[in-house]
């Protein structure tokens, strides 16, 4: 029987020849569902828009996002949630998600703390747990001045506890970023992805023309790991 039906499969194809149209039409939409596929379950690009995680990331650094290590969110129909990832999000992670006050921008930041931990800001020194935060290699200070908690959370916030299914996350260029220490903390549920390699760097200096490559793309940032 199996023989009979791939007899007549061959012998219908002989009678009716796909057209060229039609090949290229099939292979558009099988390139389409191949991109939509990867985009959901295990890569995303991002573009770096501002300078909030200076030096570790850059104002034009174009970046993949890896959706399969912590599980990709999936809203498709009757299939809502997360699905099962390798791990959870760790304190260090730098880390995609859903902005909170509008969950249609997206931002990125290093997570500082998880659920259940307890987040502590004294004169610029982050502590988790009671251990210091060690600062990570490429972040910065600008601005040696100590702002009191009372006038800002800038440098001085808390002891606060992050609540169960939350997150902290702060920016690397500490005293340029609005972050957690502003809004708040951020639900697992608007986690998308942890920031995996950058593909591309971008200068955005408008004094370089857009068509001098050599210069327009910063080659020392190619390829570079995110962390």
Request: glycine share 8%.
């Amino acid at each position: 029987m199996l023989v009979l039906l791939l007899c007549a499969a061959e012998a219908e194809a002989e009678r009716e020849p796909r057209s060229p149209l039609r090949e290229t039409v099939e292979l558009v939409v099988f390139a389409v569902v191949i991109a939509l596929v990867l985009r959901i379950f295990v890569v995303q690009a991002f573009q770096i828009p501002t300078g909030s995680m200076e030096d570790t990331l850059l104002v034009g650094d174009f970046i993949l996002v890896d959706k399969i290590t912590y599980g990709p969110r999936v809203n498709v129909g009757i299939i809502a949630g997360r699905l099962p990832g390798l791990r959870k999000p760790r304190t260090g992670d730098i880390i995609v998600f859903k902005y909170p006050i509008d969950p249609s921008k997206d931002f990125v930041k290093r997570l500082i703390a998880g659920p259940g931990q307890t987040v502590h800001i004294v004169d610029q020194k982050v502590y988790v747990e009671g251990e210091l935060f060690p600062d990570p290699p490429k972040s910065k200070h600008v601005d040696p001045t100590i702002l009191p908690g009372a006038y800002s959370h800038r440098d001085n916030y808390g002891p606060v506890v992050v609540p169960e299914g939350n997150y902290f996350f702060m920016g690397d260029n500490r005293e340029n970023s609005k972050d957690s220490r502003e809004w708040g903390f951020v639900p697992e549920e608007n986690i998308k992805g942890r920031a995996l390699i950058i593909y591309l760097s971008w200068d955005t200096d408008p004094t370089i023309p857009w068509f001098n490559l050599i210069q327009k793309i910063r080659w020392s940032h190619l390829l570079r790991l995110v962390r």
